[in-house]
């Protein structure tokens, strides 16, 4: 069954922990931090104080994503603040610094990701899989909540789900960016194992309802 991670960029910052506790509560399985630098992305959002304060409120497993410059650098603080898993953006370093990156990652016993834009080809993923505990593949260009899902990312996910089965490796595929109830079972369709969500979780009065319906249950 698909995995349902929402993300934060569309809660309620100044009801950030009543908004944590519904999604938790509302069966959501990780919960996505999406971390902006404004050098990456054109966008700034949170930083490592905020991930050691929503540590202190939640079970749930964060999910980070790192959407900044040379991540190498901040690794080890995002995981001594609580960090369970770690996704970088291949376009952010060298290769020689995201190989490290995702030993690091792992060597502190947390999940290691790597995520590409939707201009980036699959190609230049394929030399991390096997280090790879997630795949993310963004559907929207990365930086800002609420965009329009991108269809043609679908034809990487399923080529991506392809590649995974065949070499039957444990990795998980996400996907972010404009995820709703109709993308999600596209999403799931060409083989997604976690759906990453904003607007359509916390915009929802109800969140269990709107976790289930993403889930397709």
């Known amino acids: ?47 490592v104080p905020v991930v050691k304060s929503i540590r202190k409120v939640t079970d749930l497993q964060l999910d980070v994503h790192l959407m900044i410059d040379r991540p190498i650098r901040f690794i080890k603080d995002f995981i001594e603040a609580g960090a369970d898993r770690v996704t970088l953006h291949l376009e952010a370093d060298s290769q020689k610094n995201i190989f490290e990156s995702l030993s690091l990652i792992r060597s502190l016993g947390r999940k290691a990701g790597l995520s590409i834009k939707p201009k980036t080809p699959l190609e230049t993923l394929l030399p991390y899989l096997d280090r790879l505990d997630i795949a993310l593949v963004m559907t929207v260009e990365p930086g800002f909540g609420g965009q329009k899902f991108m269809p043609d990312q679908l034809s990487k996910v399923s080529a991506l789900r392809a590649i995974i089965d065949q070499k039957k490796l444990l990795c998980e595929i996400e996907v972010d960016g404009g995820v709703n109830s109709e993308t999600a ?15 359509t979780v916390f915009a929802s009065a109800d969140r269990k309802a709107a976790i289930k319906q993403l889930r397709g249950v």
């Open 1 to 47: 069954m698909v995995k349902i991670a929402p993300s934060i960029l569309s809660a309620d910052f100044a009801n950030l922990e009543k908004d944590i506790r519904s999604v938790e509560k509302g069966g959501a399985d990780y919960l996505h931090l999406d971390v902006m630098d404004g050098i990456f992305v054109p966008n700034i959002t949170i930083g």
């Open 185 to 199: 079972r596209l999403c799931v369709d060409a083989g997604v194992d976690v759906l990453i969500s904003g607007n």
